[in-house]
C-alpha cells in the first residue's frame, strides 16, 4: 500500500490509499477518487507524498512503526555518547583530585581549564553550594583516563 498526500480544485488536503502509483492514477483517471470534504473529484497528489509500506498488514504497521521508536531511543543514546566523547576530548582528567582541583580554578588559584573527574554526591553538593559548576555524566569506566 502507498499513502498519498493529495489536494481538490478547493484546495482541501486529504489522504488517499493506493495499491500502486498505477492503482492511483487508474481511480484518478476515472474520477473514483473524491474529495472527502467537499466532493470533488479533479484531484491531484501533492509534492512531498508520504510512502507507507505496510505490506497490506496492519500488523506489519505495528512492527514498523515499534522499530521506529526503537531507532529513536538508540539515536538518544548515540548523541549521549557523543556528547560524552566530546566533553571526555575536551577536558582535562583530574580524576579523584577533581573538588579540590574543581575549587582551585574556582578561587583562581589553579589555572582556568575544563576539568573532569570524580567525585562523591557529598563533594558534588558543596561544590555546587560554592557556585561550582558540576555536571553529572554516565562516562563509561573504560574512557576514565589516569588517576592521580
Ligand atoms: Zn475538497
Redesign the pocket.
Known sequence: MIVFDLG?????R?EGWFASSEDFERQVGRKLVA??????ADVARLPHASHIRTGGKERAVRAEAAAGKQQYANMGSEVLTRVVEHIIENTEDVGAAFPEEARKIHYNESAERRIRGTASHEEVDSLREEGIEVIALPIPAHRHGKTH
Open positions: 481538490c480544485a478547493n484546495s482541501h486529504f474529495c472527502p470534504l467537499c466532493g470533488n
